[in-house]
């Protein structure tokens, strides 16, 4: 597919602006799973349509579940209800969503052959119609994010089966049979190049790359597995789109933060809570664009303590590109109020 010219100006977008090297003021903001079980009409829609997997896969209710936080709260960035597992499932993998458990994938791949799967590409193309149908219906001042997951926390669920809390079963087989994880790592490049592609020819304005569990490496498996795999998928989505810019989010990296910015050719930065914004802005690479850094505990207690956070993020990010995000996905019980407040604090500043 060949890059698609963008629909508005980057001046008519201010969150695209930011990620374009500009500093808006107010800050745009968005929040990670802003579409989601904190909102009662999402509640509402699931009881109606059934499983999660069900949702993803009807552009009708995915599409509905993306604008429905834009119908409450004057966000600047719309981001695609989906699931990070479209990939391995694409790839060939079995999915399933066990209800109070979370996601399964077989088989898992510690102890089974990459190769004896099929790719089925077609599990791709439901994803792209909600983004058609989404950016059909979004203000033209709204920036829609598409995502994927980034390589590494992808093969942790594909190697597992599931999710894990240290991904024991990923970094052993690394270790053990390097051979056999990059050749796992290099499928999820290709077919996430294809997905994000998809993404961009329906209508993305930009994408960004979760890692959610690249903490749990060590800084020369996290060179090998976050980095070098993100800088060649990077390189690869620039080379197609090269106006789209990506944003990446390896949570829990810490001081490895500076060295990912300067290798994967990421345009921006996500924040994790865990991060001093003050540090992010002394050692990340001067005007890079970052995103974040609100820990969405903070945003569940309200209050003075919530003005308090809001406040040092925006004081410490206050001379660079930035848009205001939490450090990871909004919590399910987070109070509507909460949010309300939140808006009105990054919003009413000047």
Known sequence: MASRPYDQPAADKPLLAVLRGERRDPVPMWLMRQAGRYLPEYRALRAEKGGFLDMAYDPEAAAEITLQPLRRFPMDGAILFSDILIVPHA???DLTFVAGEGPRLGPPLANADLAGLQPALERLEPIWRTVSKVKAALSPETTLLGFAGSPWTVATYMVAGQGSREQAEARSLAYQD?????????RIE???LEYLTGQVESGA????LFDSWAGSLAPAEFERWVIAPTARLAGAFRARHPATPIIGFPKGAGGKLRAYADETGVQAVGLDET????WANRELPPGLPVQGNLDP????????RLKEAVERILDALADRPHIFNLGHGIQQTTPIANVEQLVELV???K
């Open 297 to 304: 505990l903070a945003l569940i207690a309200g209050g003075e």
């Open 178 to 186: 390097p051979g056999k994880f990059d050749a796992i790592i290099r």
């Open 275 to 278: 991060v001093d914004p003050a």
């Open 91 to 93: 790839i060939g993998m």
């Open 205 to 208: 304005d930009a994408v960004q």
């Open 190 to 192: 290709a077919v996430t």
């Open 347 to 349: 919003k009413g500043r």
